[in-house]
């Protein structure tokens, strides 16, 4: 019986995600309740496991030049193998600093996983369909939400963490293990691919960098307000994601098709207007279900990262896609060991309102940025050299 996979293609890809992220969710549901539960985790332990988690992002641009070597279809399965194993090893964690190390090996996973897996999406998409490409794959990711969370759920019923985490994890690894086994190479022998950061796509990079800025403010401090300070459980928070995911299912798709009928700026441009009014709100109000409200309003407006995507890919040779995103994923990480830290301390020594004061105005930066960006009919695809 031969279980090798012919040629990737978009069915493959998705299904790569489909089951990073049924992975990742579910840690993630998980992460806040376990450490708090487990092991006391203060704001201050779980900005230091945070940042160490965004170590990998950091050093996302390895990507690059693993995949001189590697291809991408590779890079991703294996990636997939590496995020098993640290969900395993979270679950074994007897103490905040073990804990802490688990998570950087699953990260090295999540964050060596992403760039390769987009680039093998945008290379299979053609210029006009690139949002409407990332759309529906977003849409898949979410529902793998769903079934991570609906995992979560149901298992936390009946067993405890640990054991939750040691089943999931190994049902990734072995997955991941196939995928490795059986995914062809999704370029030819004669394709390379080059590792050179290029000052072209230096508004790429800015973007990227400042949406890496709120996105890891909001990311470790607004679950964490919710289990903190208003004293959600881990079924509440596990539902609240869940609606998350499934209203992403709709709007991924939505975002998509509005980057490829209308243009990147204007994606980018609205949600970072929004998302200057939910920071502020997250500072200064203190009704929980607003609260929560605003939780899912930005988990929606993540997706345009799609839009973000699709103006790289207009403007890079085919060469150049996995180095660039790799470098973007680097620049998204370049303050995340940083930022979980210190506004961890900020929260704990003056107050929660100072990182959600800081993601406003971040995000009104990045809206300055992303005003550079040139209308989607004066997006010119640059030319390899």
């Not at 289990?227 to 881990?234: E, F, Q």
Request: proline fraction near 2%; include cysteine.
């Amino acid at each position: 019986m031969n279980l090798k996979i012919k040629k990737v293609t978009f069915a493959t890809v998705t299904f790569s995600s489909v089951v990073m992220w049924i992975g990742f969710f579910a840690w993630r549901n998980m992460f806040n309740n376990f450490a708090v539960d487990v092991f006391d985790a203060s704001a201050v332990d779980v900005g230091l496991i945070q940042s160490a988690r965004e170590i990998p992002g950091l050093l996302a641009f390895g990507v690059g030049v693993i995949a001189i070597y590697l291809t991408e279809s590779k890079i991703a399965s294996l990636s997939i193998v590496t995020l098993g194993i640290g969900i395993i090893l979270c679950g074994m964690s007897t103490s905040i600093a073990m804990l802490a190390m688990a998570t950087v090996l699953m990260s090295f996973g999540f964050h060596y996983f992403e760039p390769t897996n987009a680039s093998q999406l945008l290379l299979l998409s053609e210029n006009h369909q690139l949002g409407s490409a990332q759309g529906k794959l977003r849409s898949y990711e979410s529902m793998a939400g769903l079934a991570g969370g609906a995992i979560v759920l149901v298992m936390t019923l009946f067993l405890d963490y640990r054991m939750t985490y040691y089943l999931i994890g190994g049902i990734v690894l072995l997955v991941g293990l196939y995928l490795t086994y059986a995914l062809p190479a999704n370029r030819g022998k004669t394709e390379n691919r080059k590792m050179k950061l290029k000052k072209k796509y230096s508004l790429y990079y800015v973007l990227s960098f400042l949406r890496g800025c709120r996105r890891h403010i909001f990311t470790t401090f607004a679950i964490f307000l919710l289990v903190k300070n208003h004293g959600l459980d881990i079924t509440t928070i596990t539902i609240i994601l869940f609606v998350n995911n499934f209203i992403t299912i709709f709007t991924n798709r939505y975002i998509g098709n509005i980057s490829d009928r209308i243009g990147e700026r204007f994606v980018l441009v609205l949600t970072s207007l929004l998302l200057f009014f939910i920071f502020l709100g997250y500072a200064y109000i203190s009704f929980l279900p607003l609260l929560i409200l605003f939780y899912v309003i930005d988990n929606v407006l993540f997706g345009s990262s799609i839009a973000l995507r699709s103006y790289l890919r207009k403007i890079a040779p085919t060469e150049d896609i996995t180095s660039c995103l790799s470098f973007g994923m680097t620049a998204n990480h370049v303050t995340a060991v940083v930022i979980p830290i210190a506004f961890g301390v900020a929260w704990s020594q003056i107050g929660y309102q100072i990182p959600f004061i800081a993601g406003a105005l971040i995000v009104f930066v990045d809206m300055l940025f992303a005003m550079r960006i040139p209308k989607d009919n004066n997006i010119v695809a640059i030319e390899t050299n």
